[in-house]
């Protein structure tokens, strides 16, 4: 399992150098190998461990360097990430409120027990009624949240039409940030000789507002008892 596990983050820190193996291997096919990464990362909650934000990067920056077309580059992700969040919304919207009710049992078992009271369910329903558009969005920028808020969204049955429009409007802030940095800056010589660290910060950054509201509700829990 250590091996596994190593290997896993060997892939993630060196995603460049990978990634360019790839695409001396198998040239053009690798547009449908990283339009599958990005659709199943944002379309499968089962897959939520997937490089997002760090293969966008990654793929911008060498964009520059290899037989990749940056605009084509760019739209293939940008529709993966559309698609698969609207393919994780229908998911949730036909067998999501199915798991929280208990009727597939296998799945239920899977879960953890606080995801599948039905209380859950309500709450998010509320959650989504207040923020819907502004979690989707925002969502996009958070690892793993990522994966999870579009599923909840059709758990919650949030309106499809307010959904797409902030699936696109997430999904382009998302896409352009990452992949166009990657291609006006990954290819310094700065960042090509550290891009492991790069990958860090980035993540570092993405799960920074995760962070930030675990402290603040164990503040405020503690300030209330």
Known sequence: ????????????????KNLAVVIGQYGTATYGFL?????????LVITPFLPGDSLLFASGALAVTTSLNIWVLYF????????????????GHFIGPK?????????????????????????????????????????????????????????AKMSYKHF???NILGGILWVSLFTWTGYFFGNLPFIKSNFHYVVVVIILLSVAPIVYEFIKSRKKNLDAS
């Open 99 to 155: 798991i929280f009710e208990g009727e597939h049992k296998f799945i239920s078992k899977a879960w953890p027990a606080s995801l599948v009271k039905k209380e859950y369910l309500i709450r998010t329903q509320k959650f989504y009624d207040k923020y819907g558009g502004q979690a989707i969005t925002i969502g996009r920028f958070v690892p793993i949240i990522r994966t999870f808020v579009p599923f909840i969204a059709g758990v």
């Open 35 to 43: 339009f599958l990464i990005i659709f199943m990362e944002t379309g």
């Open 164 to 166: 797409f429009i902030y």
């Open 1 to 16: 399992m250590s091996e596994i596990f190593k290997t896993v983050i060997d892939i993630f820190l060196h995603l460049d």
């Open 76 to 91: 293939l992700l940008l529709t993966a990430a559309i698609i698969g969040d609207t393919v994780n919304y229908w998911i």
